[in-house]
């Protein structure tokens, strides 16, 4: 039963409007346009990349002034994507954008943008992303929070799909009464070796297991400090931590903002199926301060960043300078060889910090910074890259005039993200950057959001990005079970 | 006669209503209006659809959402009282209805005591509007979903209510127990199966949810968004009052037919009961109102302002003595030039703490707090209080503002346009985020602006760590180290030190009032050396042209002659003549 009577005219004038509905807004600009030998403006820069077949589409903003866009993505069999939009605001269909790039491997991506003004249009320069062959890990794991100075309240270990928008929760502290959840830590991007931090009155490092997750309490008596910075051992039997006694202080001068100084810092050795933990013997005359543990690939080397311990009188915490080290370890016997220096980065008047090797390991790619451990507030703090065949040790063509910090390996060596504060200067945004065999990195560019205006909005940071291969889910009521249990405690262990 | 009689009386409850609700809006606009002043500068409303999301991921959000919206409205007090007048009157009006349809008689006296007990938590400023929204929001929908309730409809109700529980948390078990009571009391066909539906789909949703949906603990799942905190410490009374509330069908039906016989007689005196709530309401918010947090509220107000001049008019003029209240005297003092000149006006603490808040726990310290900081420049510290009260009790207008232009002074502009874009994504200050969108990469619209440039030539040159727990330090360090002297942190030091009676000290800090360009000292500075110049108690130092004046001169002896006699009422003299000199503090102010 109809209430209003269709009139065959009327009819017409629906199939009209209806047309110009379908028609009228993804109208092209066809054969009428205008050349302007520039690129467009476009946020984020999505231009002359290198990108991993299974990332996730890159939206993107046209930063160009325009009643009317079109864009046009094409690969070189003539596959493509039309968009048109009357925002600017490019948000390419997911499915669509996974078949060109299922179908462009290894080929280009061409990229024609329109921009309509009044009844001209106008075609920009076209721009082209490589789409490269070998895959990025599926999975990106990072907190999220406020980049604050004490104070924390909302923490959030996300994991995004690098295939797609889609994202949930690792840790949500809102679910155990805010406690700090810091530190996770996969074991070469297998999450079936998986930890985290979680500090507060439900405490403990969380370990997953095959049998789910627990909580244990690392610190015994014996250690004077807890259990902080984590690195698996590839065989999934350890994991090294340092111990940091940490400080924070906070600047006055508008280019600085906060400093986090170690006031002493050790390294440690936990047995995972002994539930034991122990000293990494590397400093019996107690006068360094060591930090940040890392594996070589073969499980045969620790790395770790070192630096004379800090004068607690005279405080001067500018001349804190940190080299990497690497010491020789034997699984079997959980025995530590002698140490050998690996960079001298105080000889150049700077430090080191966060050494990561990639999976093959060829490549140590390190933070490199004026002073301290904490580059993170380091706006000087730079990416570089030590070649592990010859120790040789260069710049890497993708830092930026802000910090470029944290950073991980793809399993398959090709692709490493880090984090960076070039957007404004305070909030860490991932980037991802190709990496191929000789260490040679391409333009890198910010992990897409199915908003891309996101980061402009978006005040929380991205820290400790950390790539896996396969999914780590754990509900709320896992997280709650775990938390609110017993924790294990480990056992001291002088490793006699 | 007696039609008229009648007719008038049919209209009592309605006069019964407007006459509360004139006296609800009576106090909060003549004595409370304070209450919606703090809790608008308690939180920003962000109109975004990324902000409303944040929303969702709890039970009870989406009421908190439409209660932040209309916190918002706050902005303009008045407005807000109005809102949550009708509240409160649709709490009674809601309540006496729901009592009449199960007893039949209309029922005045709880209701209006619900509503005064509402009113009178209102009258506490840390008690929110969510509290009072979710309950009339429950007796508005039973009320009005009661009118259309069948035996079909009650299973629609009792499957879809986790979805009420979403919208409004724990408020909505009002609505369940509400639901429960209609079935047992209309017992008709499934009654109980209705019953264990709306209480079996609950305890699953719950279950779901708890395990697999909110990542929240199991406590605020069952209670949010109602808290200690949201209700000013008044959770007994509220969930007293809840529960009457709640009871109040129950009660009205099962009252003696003796009680019932008699109401029945006495129509008149029924409607006008609520006339004896009235009295206890005026008595007990006249117990409530407090001339401090009147007084307070209003400083704080004109402190955002900028109204620096009316700000100390005010404190002087109502003789303020709250500690927040003169820690914001003293920046509108130093902001007009008048900290060394007028200070011992009001009364000071000791230690400072009128001076400079230190870092702490608290967050109403942390509020105001980083205020010190940003006008002698310490633009990163002032930053931090800001950002650090964001990070633990979320967006808070005057916090964003204070993030923008601290940014915005730095230089951090990319930052900066967050913030800025915030401002203008809400209903009441898109107007400032316009203003500061302007100033984002303009240095020479930045340098010229009165406030941000003059703040932004005081920043340090020198970098140095903050101690937060002794802003002194921080003083010495700007005095010692900046080239050019910061005339607004010379005058906290030297205020400090005044306040501390270290007159010495005080006397090595003259030549950074000449350095600083001071054509004459400050009153205070030249009472306070006056002893040392005239008396030749320690060193002078040398001084190119700052001298203290005759006046100073003369008046000093007058002090020192009364002070040495041994005139009994010699204390009574002296702060009649001298009772705001920096003399009379140094011998009688404790």
């Keep these: 039963m109809f209430l209003i009577k269709i009139e065959p005219m009327n009819i017409r004038k629906i199939v009209f409007y209806l047309l110009l509905i379908i028609y009228g807004c993804s109208s092209g600009p066809g054969k009428n346009y205008q050349t302007k030998d520039e690129l467009p403006v476009i946020y984020p820069d999505y231009t002359g990349l290198s990108i991993p077949y299974n990332i996730a589409p890159l939206n993107f903003k046209i930063n160009e002034k325009g009643d009317d866009y079109y864009v046009e993505i094409s690969n070189e069999a003539g596959d493509k994507i039309e968009i048109s939009q009357e925002d600017g605001i490019v948000k390419i269909p997911e499915s669509k954008w996974k078949d060109l790039l299922e179908n462009s491997k290894g080929e280009s991506l061409t990229y024609s943008v329109y921009v309509k003004k009044g009844n001209k249009w106008t075609k920009y320069k076209e721009f082209s992303n490589r789409v490269m062959s070998d895959p990025i890990d599926p999975f990106l794991y990072y907190r999220l929070l406020y980049p604050s100075f004490q104070k924390y309240k909302d923490i959030r270990i996300v994991q995004r799909s690098m295939e797609s928008f889609s994202e949930h929760y690792i840790v949500n502290n809102d679910a155990i009464k805010h406690n700090c959840a810091n530190c996770h830590s996969f074991n070469r991007n297998n999450p079936k070796d998986f930890l985290i931090h979680v500090r507060g009155n439900l405490g403990g490092t969380f370990f997953l297991k095959e049998d789910g997750m627990k909580k244990y309490n690392l610190k015994t008596k014996e250690m004077t400090g807890g259990a902080v910075y984590p690195r698996w051992h590839p065989s999934g039997d350890y994991v090294a931590f340092s111990s940091n006694k940490v400080i924070q202080h906070f600047h006055t001068i508008s280019k600085k903002r906060i400093e986090v100084v170690d006031l002493a810092s050790s390294l440690l050795l936990y047995d995972v199926n002994r539930n034991e933990i122990m000293k990494i013997p590397v400093d019996s005359a107690k006068q360094f301060m060591d930090t940040y543990p890392e594996w070589s690939p073969d499980g045969k080397y620790l790395y770790f960043c070192r630096a004379p311990k800090i004068n607690q009188k005279k405080y001067d915490y500018e001349s804190i300078k940190y080299n990497l080290y690497r010491v020789p370890f034997d699984p079997a016997t959980r025995k530590f060889g002698s140490v050998q220096l690996v960079f001298d980065a105080a000889a150049n008047g700077m430090s080191v910090s966060m050494p990561r090797v990639s999976p093959d390991g060829k490549h140590l790619v390190i933070t490199y910074h004026n002073y301290g451990c904490f580059p993170i507030w380091h706006k000087e703090a730079d990416l570089y890259m030590i070649n592990l065949d010859d120790f040789s040790v260069s710049r890497m063509n993708i830092n930026s005039d802000f910090t470029d910090s944290y950073h991980t390996w793809s399993a398959n060596n090709r692709w490493m993200i880090f984090s960076s504060k070039r957007g404004d200067g305070l909030t860490a945004r991932p980037y991802i950057t190709y990496v191929d065999e000789e260490g040679r990195t391409t333009k890198p560019f910010v992990l897409p959001q199915k908003d891309p205006l996101f980061y402009t909005y978006f005040v929380k940071t991205f820290n400790v990005p950390e790539l896996a291969e396969a999914d780590v889910w754990l509900t709320p009521g896992q997280l709650k079970e775990v938390a609110y249990s017993d924790a294990i405690q480990a056992k001291w262990s002088d490793n006699n | ?590």
Excluded at chain 2, 86 to 109: M, Q
């Design chain 2, 1 to 590: 006669m007696s039609t008229v009689n009648t007719k008038l009386i049919r209209y009592i409850p309605l006069v019964m209503y407007v006459i509360f609700f004139s006296i609800i809006i009576y106090y909060f606009f003549n004595y409370f209006e304070y209450v919606f002043f703090y809790q608008e500068k308690s939180k920003l409303f962000l109109t975004t659809f990324f902000d409303f999301k944040t929303y969702l991921d709890r039970p009870g959000g989406l009421l908190e959402y439409v209660s932040d919206f209309i916190t918002s409205l706050y902005y303009y007090p008045r407005l807000g009282a109005l809102i949550v007048a009708g509240e409160i009157i649709l709490i009674v009006l809601f309540s006496s209805l729901t009592a009449k349809r199960y007893s039949g008689r209309n029922c005045y006296l709880i209701p209006f005591v619900i509503g005064g007990v509402f009113f009178f938590m209102h009258l506490n400023h840390y008690f929110l509007n969510v509290n009072t929204l979710g309950v009339m929001l429950q007796l508005a929908l039973f009320y009005s979903v009661m009118n259309f309730s069948s035996k079909k409809t009650g299973y629609i109700i009792a499957i879809l209510f986790p979805l009420w529980y979403y919208v409004t948390g724990v408020f909505s078990g009002i609505f369940m127990i509400l639901f429960i009571f209609d079935n047992l009391i209309k017992k008709e066909k499934g009654y109980l199966f209705r019953i264990i539906t709306i209480a079996g789909v609950w305890a699953i949703f719950f279950f779901i949810g708890s395990n697999l949906l909110f990542y929240k603990g199991t406590s605020e799942l069952l209670y949010g968004p109602f808290t200690y905190v949201n209700c000013g410490g008044q959770e007994v009374l509220f969930v007293y009052t809840v529960l009457l509330l709640i009871l109040l069908p129950a009660i009205s039906m099962s009252l003696p037919k003796s009680i019932t016989g008699f109401l029945d007689k006495k129509e008149l005196a029924l409607k006008l009961a609520p006339v004896i709530v009235f009295g206890l309401v005026i008595f007990f918010s006249g117990q409530r109102v407090n001339r401090g947090n009147i007084d307070y509220f209003e400083v704080e107000k004109l402190f955002y302002e900028g109204k620096y001049a009316e700000l100390v008019k005010y404190n002087y003029d109502h003789q303020v003595l709250n500690r927040l209240s003169l820690f914001l005297n003293n920046i509108a003092l130093s902001q007009t030039g008048q900290l060394l000149n007028r200070m011992f006006y009001f009364p000071q603490d000791k230690n400072g703490g009128t001076l400079f808040l230190r870092w702490g726990d608290d967050n109403e310290i942390r509020k105001r707090g980083g205020y010190f900081y940003y006008f002698i420049g310490m633009v990163n510290e002032a930053h931090r209080w800001a950002f650090e009260l964001m990070v633990v009790k979320g967006y808070m207008p005057e916090q964003i503002k204070m993030i923008a232009k601290t940014e915005i002074i730095n230089g951090h502009y990319n930052s900066a346009r967050k913030y800025v874009d915030m401002l203008k994504n809400t209903l009441f200050y898109k107007d400032t985020g316009k203003k500061y969108e302007k100033y984002l990469n303009n240095e020479k619209l930045i340098n010229s602006d009165p406030e941000l440039g003059r703040i932004r030539r005081l920043l340090p040159r020198h970098d140095f760590f903050v101690n937060p727990e002794q802003p002194i330090i921080d003083l010495d360090m700007i005095l010692k180290y900046e080239k050019n002297i910061n005339v607004r942190a010379l005058e906290y030091q030297v205020a400090y030190l005044l306040i501390r009676r270290k007159v010495g000290a005080v006397v090595s800090e003259l030549p950074l009032f000449e350095r600083a360009g001071y054509k004459k000292l400050p009153v205070y500075v030249a009472e306070a050396v006056a002893p040392f110049k005239f008396l030749n108690i320690g060193k002078w130092p040398e001084l190119k042209y700052l001298k203290i004046s005759d006046d100073v001169r003369k008046r000093f002896y007058e002090f020192n002659k009364i002070q040495n006699s041994k005139k009994p009422n010699k204390q009574q003299l002296l702060f009649n003549k001298f009772g705001f000199t920096y003399w009379y503090y140094v011998f009688y102010r404790k």
